[in-house]
């Protein structure tokens, strides 16, 4: 996994989106339109932390290399070199795999 050249800022994550399932638990092919967006992926990129009121930095509760869940629709879509991430707030991330 090669790290992408983008820097979060404040309390965003990049994240690197698992492919979406191809095939059916049976075995049955879905086309593209029928494959439902992933909402797992790994953490390529964390920025420095929210900004607070007491001028410091709140520190991130995942760190790069962490597996999360993430809402759906929750971020903006980009594409760096040809691969496709997720840039989120760290509020929009759901849990971590563990």
Avoid at 54 to 70: A, C, H, K, N, Q
Wanted: proline content about 6%; overall charge negative.
């Amino acid at each position: 996994m090669a790290k992408p050249k983008i820097n979060p800022l404040d309390d965003r994550v990049v994240v690197e989106p698992m492919s979406a399932e191809e095939t059916t638990a049976g075995g049955i092919v879905l086309p593209d339109s029928a494959q439902e967006k992933p909402q797992r992926g790994t953490v390529v990129a964390v920025g420095p932390g929210k900004l607070l009121d007491s001028g410091e930095r709140g520190e991130l509760s995942v760190t790069v290399g962490d597996e999360v869940i993430f809402g759906k629709y929750g971020g903006s879509e980009i594409e760096v070199d040809g691969s496709e991430y997720k840039i989120l707030r760290e509020s929009d991330i759901l849990a971590k795999v563990v």
